[in-house]
């Protein structure tokens, strides 16, 4: 059975860093498509940051310049390099990723990691 886990969350004081992790368990062919995703109390998800099969990045602009997606292709995992951590990025994150499964491309979400940013 295929899913991908993140990893990595936890407690860190403003303007400290968290590295999140994606890791696919299963047989996948490849990644097409991957995004981090966030959920803070109170609000809808909202995009973080995305990196398309060709390795095309997309980040949210309230991330920009802070947090890095990259990918490895042998592993099939996502990353997540957050710097500069704010207390306003405190959230639950999730990976949502478009997976080749057996010739097909699938949509799998993680089970999200909590992220708090606070002195």
């Known amino acids: 059975q295929v899913q991908f886990m993140e990893s990595g969350g936890g407690l860190v004081q403003p303007g400290g860093s968290l590295r999140l992790s994606c890791a696919s368990a299963g047989n996948i062919e490849s990644i097409n498509f991957a995004a981090w995703v966030r959920q803070a109390p109170g609000k809808q998800r909202e995009m973080v940051a995305s990196i398309s099969g060709p390795g095309i990045v997309y980040y949210a602009d309230f991330v920009k310049g802070r947090f890095t997606i990259s990918r490895d292709n042998t592993e099939n995992t996502v990353y997540l390099q957050m710097n500069t951590l704010e207390p306003e990025d405190t959230a639950v994150y999730y990976c949502?990723?478009?997976?080749?499964?057996?010739?097909?491309?699938?949509?799998?979400w993680g089970q999200g990691t909590q992220v708090t940013v606070s002195s």
């Open positions: 949502n990723v478009n997976a080749m499964v057996s010739g097909s491309v699938r949509n799998y």
